[in-house]
C-alpha cells in the first residue's frame, strides 16, 4: 500500500474527522429518465462550451503552477508513448484476475497489477448455475411487469429495475460481501479517518441484458462519478483529491487513497445516472458467457496516467491542427509535445465534461490516449464472475454486439462505509420503502406497482444480518472487535444517520427505530 502524504494527512484531519455531524439530508426526487438521459453522446446532444466562470476555474487550478504543468504534461506524453502499445499487444491479458476461492491470499502479482491497472475479475463469486437463476427471475419479472422503463424503448438492452428479488439476493450474497471487503482493502487511508472499507454499503443500480446484434447501447469510453465536478473546487476540490495533478506533480496523484475523497461531491448539477455515493469501484455480476467483442466491458488500463490524461487535456491546445501536417506524419507530428501548448487564454472547453451528464472521451477530443486502440476488451467472463473498475477509470462497451447469445450483468458496485454514504443509505431506504427509482437514477413511479417486488418486510427472510446492514435496515455493531478508531467513529455515525436509537431493525411505517 502507498504511504499516506502529508498533504493527505493534512487533508484527512482537517476536512474529515474535524467535521461536524450533520443530519442525513434530503434530496429532492430527479426527473424521470433512462440511462441514455446521463449522457450527452446517448441522448442526441452535443458538447458546448461552458459557462465563462468555469474558465476562471481553470486559471485558479494551476495559478502559480504554470510551469510545472507544462513540464508534467511533456512527461506525461513520453509515458502513455512508452505504455499504450504495451497494453495493445497484451490486450485482455493486462486484466488481474483471482479465483473467489483464492482472496484469502492473493498473489503479489496480483495485487501489484490490480493496483496498477485499476481493473479485475474476481472469478465465481457465484456458482454458475446461481448466476443462471438470477437471470430467469429476473426475466420472469421483467415479463410480469410489461410497464418496466428500460434502453431503448424499441428493443430493451438496460431496464430501470432496483429492488427485483435477484438484484437484492445477489447484492447482499455473502460472497459479494466478502469480495468487495478483499478489493475495497487495496484503498488506504489514516486510521482515524472516519471511513471502513470492512462494512460495503449497498449501491442500487441497473442491470442490462444486451442482445446479440445490439447497436444501440453503444456507450463510448467514459468515467463514472461525476464530470466537471472532478475540475471543480466545490466537487472533487472539497477534498484536495486531484491537488498534485493540479500542481504538476501527477506522478504523486494517489488513486487508492480513500479519505480525500469523503468530502467530494461528485453530482452537483442533478444528473440522471450521475453517483452521489463514494463508489471505490464500479461493477457488475455476469450472468452469461460474453468474450470480447460481444457486448462486453471496455477498459483504458493505466488508472493513474489515463486519470491524469483526461484532467490535464483541458489546460491543453495544439499549436498546429493534425491538418497541416503531412499524411505520413500527420498524426505524430500532431501529438509530439512541441505541438502543444498550455492554453494562451484560458477558455470555458472541457473536452468531453457536460453540466448533469457523465465525463465522456474520444479520438477526437483525446488523441493521445488513443482509445481506439487503448481500451482493452475484459477476458472471457463466465456467469457467477465479477468484474470491477476503480471509479477513476475510462470505460465503455461493445459498438455492437457481435456474439450469439445474450451479454447480461447486474451492476453491483463497492461502497465502503462513510457519513456521505449513509446518508445515501438514508435515501435509497426511503426509495426502497416506495418501490420508486434509486436517488441517483430518473425519478418517476418505478417498479412502485411491479408485481413480485421487495419489500422492507421481505428483509429479514431473504437475507443475512450484514446484507440488511449494507441496506441501511439494520443498526451496525459499534462494540464489533478489531475495529480502528476511525471504523468505530463511522459507525456511530451512520447509525445516527440512518435514525437508529432503540431497536436494530428498520420500521419506518411504524415509526420504530428513528
Known amino acids: ?232 473546487e466545490r466537487g472533487y476540490g472539497r477534498g484536495g483529491v486531484y491537488d498534485d495533478v493540479w500542481n504538476g506533480e501527477w506522478e504523486n496523484f494517489d488513486p487508492w487513497e480513500a479519505a480525500c475523497r469523503l468530502r467530494v461531491v461528485s453530482d452537483m448539477h442533478q444528473g440522471v445516472g450521475a453517483c452521489s455515493m463514494f463508489r471505490m469501484y ?14 462486453t466491458l471496455l477498459v483504458n488500463p493505466l488508472l493513474q496516467k489515463a486519470t491524469a490524461y483526461y484532467l490535464l487535456r483541458p489546460f491543453f491546445t495544439a499549436k498546429r491542427g493534425p491538418e497541416e501536417f503531412s499524411s505520413s506524419s500527420q498524426q505524430a507530428g500532431f501529438l509530439d509535445a512541441d505541438n502543444w501548448t498550455l492554453e494562451p487564454d484560458a477558455t470555458s472547453i472541457f473536452q468531453g465534461a457536460a453540466l448533469g451528464h457523465g465525463q465522456e472521451l474520444s479520438s477526437l477530443l483525446h488523441p493521445h490516449l488513443h482509445p481506439e486502440r487503448s481500451m482493452i476488451h475484459m477476458p472471457r467472463v463466465r456467469p457467477g464472475d465479477y468484474v470491477v473498475w476503480h471509479c477513476d477509470t475510462i470505460h465503455s462497451v461493445d459498438k455492437v454486439h457481435a456474439g450469439t447469445g445474450d451479454s447480461s450483468v447486474m451492476y453491483i458496485p463497492c461502497c465502503p462505509l462513510t457519513e456521505g454514504n449513509a446518508k445515501g443509505l438514508a435515501r435509497q431506504r426511503a426509495c426502497f420503502e416506495k418501490g420508486v427509482p434509486s436517488p441517483d437514477f430518473g425519478g418517476g413511479e418505478g417498479e412502485s406497482r411491479h408485481v413480485g417486488r421487495v419489500r422492507v418486510e421481505d428483509m429479514r427472510e431473504l437475507v443475512d444480518v450484514e446484507g440488511c446492514r449494507g441496506m441501511g435496515l439494520m443498526e451496525w455493531d459499534t462494540r464489533e472487535e478489531g475495529l480502528g478508531r476511525g471504523e468505530r467513529e463511522v459507525l456511530g455515525r451512520a447509525n445516527e444517520v440512518l435514525g437508529f436509537r432503540r431497536g436494530d431493525f428498520w420500521r419506518g411505517a ?3 427505530g428513528r
Not at 502529508?6 to 429518465?33: E, H, N, V, W
Not at 493496483?115 to 430467469?136: F, S
Not at 464500479?282 to 457486448?295: A, F, N, R, V, Y
Open 510 to 512: 411504524v415509526g420504530n
Open 282 to 295: 464500479q461493477g457488475w455480476l455476469s450472468m452469461s458467457t460474453t468474450g470480447p467483442g460481444e457486448g
Open 1 to 232: 500500500m502507498f504511504p499516506l502524504s502529508t498533504r493527505c494527512l493534512r487533508r484527512t484531519i482537517t476536512k474529515c474527522i474535524g467535521s461536524p455531524f450533520r443530519a442525513a439530508s434530503t434530496q429532492a426526487q430527479k426527473r424521470a429518465g433512462d440511462i441514455s438521459d446521463a449522457f450527452v453522446s446517448l441522448s442526441g446532444q452535443q458538447f458546448t462550451a461552458l459557462p465563462p466562470e468555469y474558465a476562471d476555474l481553470k486559471r485558479r487550478l494551476i495559478h502559480g503552477h504554470e510551469d510545472a504543468v507544462r513540464d508534467s504534461w511533456d512527461r506525461l506524453l513520453r509515458h502513455l508513448r512508452e505504455d499504450i502499445p504495451e497494453i495493445v499487444e497484451l490486450g485482455p491479458k493486462v486484466v488481474p484476475e483471482i479465483d473467489f476461492k483464492d482472496i484469502d491470499s492473493p498473489s503479489d502479482r496480483f495485487s501489484d497489477e490490480l493496483k496498477k491497472r485499476g481493473v479485475a475479475v474476481v472469478r465465481e463469486v457465484v456458482t454458475e448455475e446461481q448466476a443462471l437463476q438470477l437471470k430467469d427471475d429476473l426475466k420472469d419479472y421483467i415479463r410480469q411487469n410489461p410497464n418496466t422503463k428500460a434502453f431503448p424503448a424499441t428493443n430493451p438492452q438496460v431496464f430501470e429495475l432496483y429492488w427485483s428479488r435477484p438484484q437484492v439476493l445477489a447484492r447482499a450474497h455473502p460472497n459479494m460481501l466478502k469480495a468487495q471487503r478483499f478489493l475495497m482493502s487495496y484503498w488506504h487511508n489514516d486510521p482515524s479517518a472516519p471511513v471502513s472499507t470492512k462494512h460495503p454499503t449497498t449501491y442500487a443500480d441497473r442491470l442490462r441484458i444486451r442482445l446479440p446484434g445490439d447497436s444501440k447501447f453503444a456507450l463510448g469510453p467514459h468515467v463514472d462519478g461525476g464530470s466537471i465536478e472532478r475540475w471543480d
